[in-house]
């Protein structure tokens, strides 16, 4: 089994070894499961852009498979439509069902699991929320969220259930009804639960109950970057251009990221709070100056109807 510190080793490699080694893993996936056993998970993000890029260079009849939620920056949703080959999905219901019933994205998926479940009365959680948990060694855990307790006395809920019903479910029924299985473009170093993942299962998952690829596991931001700036890779225009940094920490680790982009940094779902404690500038405030009808209806709890808010996700 891979270690913390395999992974370590793996990421600090040069990207031209990263990209061997990733299509290596793209190609077990493949001569496993089939080319019509197999798809490109694309969200139109960076990330997946240059996943598709990597797999599309090996095999260019691999359907791409992107999830319309309808919570899109408009540019990622332009940027879509322009690639051949890629099935849209859509989820079975709306985002304001699922705030309202569920509750909202904050923070991270780990602290609304908790929190949400702990508001539930579930014991493990309750522990978490207090600060309870220990370590064999009968130290605090590191999987403690008392730091977020004031969370459990909010007038409204939150949870971790959002992607999973926007965006997994979809995909899940995809390839239940095709036998197709995905390659994502997932990174280790975007959070610790990913982390412990690639450790249980690498980069290739063949024996989980949901097999799944995640060739990019041992990348990091700066790799993403550097191979879009290097091979020259169209990317959404919300992202601005790629630029040498000034030395500014990365968003998914502590160490220098030698390129950056000029204007988001993540695109992902426009409301979605995840993460968004951690940004030097918060995605709220530049979508504020950047889309002022998506932020009005995101911040302002306008809920308009269906039509309307499908009209935003093309609008400029």
């Known amino acids: 089994m891979p270690t913390k510190e395999d992974l370590k080793y793996f990421q600090s490699m040069p990207l031209d070894i990263k990209v061997a080694m990733t299509k290596t893993r793209i190609r077990e996936w493949v ?3 089939g080319e019509s056993g197999v798809y490109i998970s694309f969200s139109g993000g960076k990330d997946s852009t240059v996943l598709l890029h990597l797999v599309r260079e090996l095999y260019p009849d691999i359907p791409a498979v992107f999830v319309n939620t309808g919570l899109e920056y408009p540019e990622i949703q332009r940027f879509v439509q322009q690639f051949d080959n890629t099935v849209v999905l859509y989820p079975r219901i709306r985002f304001k069902e699922v705030i309202t019933t569920y509750g909202y ?3 991270s998926k780990e602290v609304c699991f908790k929190i949400s479940n702990a508001r539930a009365g579930a014991k493990f959680a309750m522990k978490a929320v207090n600060g309870e948990l220990k370590t064999a060694n009968g130290e605090k855990s590191r999987f403690n969220v008392d730091r977020y307790k004031a969370l459990m ?8 259930k959002c992607c999973n019903i926007m965006k997994k479910d979809p995909v899940h029924r995809y390839a239940k009804s095709t036998g197709r299985h995905a ?4 990174m280790a170093s975007e959070s610790m639960l ?3 993942k690639w450790i249980q299962n690498g980069c290739n998952a063949f024996d989980a109950k949901i097999p799944i690829s995640n060739p990019m596991s041992f990348w990091t931001e700066n790799d ?3 191979y879009i700036s290097e091979n020259n890779i169209r990317i959404a225009a919300v992202y601005g ?3 040498k940094n000034d030395g500014q920490l990365s968003f998914d680790d502590d160490t220098p990221c030698k390129y950056c982009t000029t204007g988001c940094e993540r695109t ?3 409301f979605c709070g995840f993460g968004a404690h951690l940004e030097k500038e918060s995605r709220f405030v530049r979508l504020k100056e950047t889309h002022p009808k998506q932020y009005n209806f995101c911040i302002g709890g306008d809920f308009m109807t269906v039509t309307d808010f499908g009209n935003l996700t093309n609008a400029a």
């Open 31 to 33: 001569n496993h499961f």
């Open 105 to 107: 994205p904050v923070i």
């Open 153 to 160: 006395e909010t007038d409204f809920l939150v949870s971790d």
């Open 183 to 186: 390659i994502t473009a997932q």
């Open 194 to 196: 990913r982390t412990q």
């Open 224 to 226: 993403v970057l550097q």
């Open 241 to 243: 251009d790629i630029i």
């Open 268 to 270: 992902g779902c426009m």
